[in-house]
């Protein structure tokens, strides 16, 4: 049958059609392979890390030496907990996000009988506190993964409710989250029962919760501390750390001496620092614990005012890729995910930094990828894997 000039044209422009599509879909493909991963929040993550493990050498060497013990003994270890952790974050990276969600119940499940088994017999005890599960060498803290098990379960249930949060959300919400940070305070471990606090509010926040119902709950949220000061869950050495950065001149000596030496460590650095593996404060330990709670204070003393400030850089372009993930989430599960990773690390770099130089109070929360600790390093790398496969999944 003859084709007729309308016939002839629609088929032209169908087949210019495909021809456009066909170049689209290569440009698209061709885009999308070269931005799957996103190289400057992993490259910004690894020099990070890299620089903890040097800092936790610089300020563990001397006193190991003096004790006559192998002077490389934490810089061995936090590089085996590095290798596992990238290991972790590569496999994490590669993992569906949206799987997460599935399995969203069975890790808010396993996690709470983690933390009730932390606080019975088989828990380890150590200073003051039982946190970890001890094998042999290796201890696990359980405290330091269910923050992002709690990331992963707010995001779920607030992905559920594409209508909107209302009232009754927020109850089952904050009865989800506050079951295991009361476990958690029991420990006790103040430091990351806060980090926990702050994620519930963000997330909330970010999933839309109307402003009324999050001045309730931060109003709830002290009234809580009160209850929990009252019935001593909260410990009055906790107390006074609290209270300590407020008027340090009225606390003991005692309460104040870790914040006082590392203040003046870092006061010592000057702008340029002593120079690295230099230092009196770092090479003599005058700054107890300086591998763990306290190790901006050996970048500061070492690198100066130039070093530290060149590490809160790097801190900032970690959010700026964090956030810029979240922006890119192609649904709000993966959303909500990223801003939890980015509530989680930026509020523990501000309360660590801070109770470095005195301006917040002492909480016992970790220096992302530069505290020592094994539990610690593969939770932060596996958030940074999280976001990396909401990235890696993501369309403009």
Known sequence: MPCGPQSRA??????????????????TRSRGASTRFDPILL???????????????????????????????????????????????????????????????????????CLLAVLSPLGSHALGSQRWFSFGPLQVQPSQFATLVLIIAIATYCARRPDGLELRDLIRIVLMAGFPILLILKQPDLGTSI??????L???????????????????????????????????????????????????????????????AIAHGGVFGRGLFKGAQTNLAYVPEQQTDFIFSAVGEQLGFVGAGALLVLYGILAWRIMRVAMMAKDVFGRLLCSGVFAMLMFSVFENVGMNMGITPVAGIPLPFLSYGGSAMIGFMTSIGIVTSVHYRSTR
């Not at 629609?10 to 440009?27: E, I, K, P, W």
């Not at 009234?223 to 009055?236: D, M």
């Open 10 to 27: 629609g088929s032209l422009h169908a087949q210019n059609a495909m021809v456009t599509y066909s170049t689209d879909t290569r440009s």
């Open 43 to 113: 490259v910004t993550a690894g020099i990070l890390a890299i620089t903890g493990v040097v800092m936790i050498y610089s300020a563990t060497k001397g006193k190991l030496a003096l004790a006559g013990e192998d002077p490389r003994y934490y810089l061995k270890r936090q590089l085996t907990f590095l290798i596992l952790a990238v290991v972790i974050l590569v496999v994490v990276s590669l993992f569906d996000y949206r799987r997460w969600e599935q399995l969203a119940t069975v890790l808010y499940v396993g996690i709470v009988l």
């Open 195 to 200: 980090v926990c606090a702050v994620i519930l």
């Open 202 to 264: 963000v997330l909330l926040a970010v999933a839309g919760m109307p402003t009324r119902y999050l001045v309730f709950l931060v109003l709830g949220a002290i009234l809580a501390f009160v209850i929990a000061v009252n019935l001593g869950l909260v410990k009055q050495y906790q107390i006074q750390r609290l209270t300590s950065f407020i008027s340090p001149n009225s606390a003991g000596e005692g309460v104040t001496y870790n914040v006082d030496q590392a203040k003046t």
